[in-house]
């Protein structure tokens, strides 16, 4: 039996795109990356599926307790859009993001939802 090359081919085609392809993985908020000089929330981190704009002008903090530093001389300005990577677990602080890394925080009440 002679078996051509063209139907071994529609095969391998027909197995390969015939497979549901695999999503890519959630990212995980125990393993958020951060920028060097930001500090890990104390608790973690819980999901943020709202999107924010600068309500008040603020600097970045570099961790999420009262009186935090702050991210160099970072200063976002009202009407800003923020990627809003995660909330600080039983803190009202947004960690930002740039890039998928996390660079500061931001106290939540200086942010607004997007509308």
Not at 40 to 68: D, I, M, Q
Not at 98 to 105: A, F, L, S, T
């Amino acid at each position: 039996m002679v078996v051509k090359p063209q139907l071994v081919w529609a095969a391998i085609a027909f197995v390969l795109l015939g497979q549901p392809v695999p999503a890519a993985p959630a990212p995980s908020l125990e393993n958020i990356r951060l920028a060097e000089d930001v500090v890990p929330a104390p608790f973690g981190y819980e999901p943020v599926t709202t999107r924010y704009v600068v309500a008040e002008p603020t600097p970045l903090y570099v961790s999420p307790y009262v009186f935090p530093g702050t991210v160099g001389n970072t200063n976002l300005s009202r009407g800003a859009t923020v990627d809003a990577l995660a909330k600080a677990k039983d803190f009202d602080w947004i960690l930002v993001g740039r890039n998928g890394v996390g660079v500061g925080y931001v106290p939540i009440e200086r942010l607004t939802p997007v509308k």
